[in-house]
């Protein structure tokens, strides 16, 4: 391969990334649709449509059919390009001063979009969400509107974690555990309550898998480590060093997938809880093979690999506690 092939080849690679919202992309898009999909990072819809798979599937209610087929895929672009592109277009707003930093190449620091365009974008993105949201509920039948409701708090999260006074992703912890729970527990609500009766022992339960979810907010922290050093966020790598905080990171994915395996044996759904077991071992071992080794470097190699093995075990839960009538 040439030279000049493998600058074209590069500039291609940096503008997915960059249409994607992903690390590492390119600067100079001038194209006003791009850069607003660009702001809310259609990387990061992926896990909340699954959430909504994995809550439907819960249920045990889900039928195969037309009207299912088409409410399920409104309550995944209600999760996905609606509330996600929402969330990550507000956090972007707020964290404007960290990009120009971490990511400079991002529409807002780099001047590729003007703050009243952001601002639009957030409202129309939150408003459709909601208003979206009370039609499915109608839709539904619910006398009660519960996917409004989730909607509206997850929008409160996500304000309430990029936005001062309380900030959350400033503290480690509160902002990672806000992000993993918004990832797993929200949209698994949303499936579930869209096909069946949300109850305390789903609530409970995925609040528990959500702290497998904040080990895989740390994992983005790593490449914001200059920046929150400088800004003074409290990062878990910026906590207790890169290496304790793979550690602690790598940790919490591996010890609540295998809480939620137990707590499945302990229903005597032994069959699904062994194959969710088995799920967990290939994440272990890219841990071990890129994670581990270089967390700066093999962030983004990382949770290629694995992240997959992590949202199928997602699912066999699903499908272990709708089997089980849970």
Sequence with gaps: MTNQETKTEENS??????????????????????????????????????????????SGNYGWNLESVLQSATC?????????????????????????????????????ISIPQVVTQILVLLLSGVGISYLLDLWAGHEFPMITILCLFGAFLAYIYSAPPLKLKQNGWLGN????????????????????????????????????????????????????????LKSLPVMFGIGTAAWICVLMIDIFQAGVAAYLISIQENLYAVILLLMVIPQITFQDMYFLRNPLENDVKYQASAQPFLVLGMLITGLALGHAGV
């Design 177 to 232: 555990y806000a992000l993993g729970s918004s990832y797993i527990a929200l949209p698994w609500w949303t499936g579930h309550a869209l096909f069946g009766e949300l109850n305390l022992t789903i609530v409970i339960l995925t609040l528990f898998y959500s702290f497998a979810g904040l080990g895989i907010a740390v994992v983005n922290d790593f490449k914001s480590v200059e920046g929150d050093e400088e800004l003074g």
């Design 76 to 112: 995944m672009l209600i999760a996905g390009p609606l509330m996600a592109g929402y969330t990550q277009t507000l956090n972007d707003f707020y964290d404007k001063e960290i990009d120009a930093i971490n990511e400079p190449y991002r529409p807002i620091p780099s001047g590729a």
């Design 13 to 58: 690679t940096a503008k997915t990334r960059q249409l994607l919202g992903m690390k590492g992309a390119a600067s100079g898009e001038t194209n006003i649709w791009k850069i607003r999909l660009q702001l809310m990072k259609p990387i990061t819809w992926i896990p909340l449509i699954w959430g909504v798979v994995c809550g439907a599937a819960s």
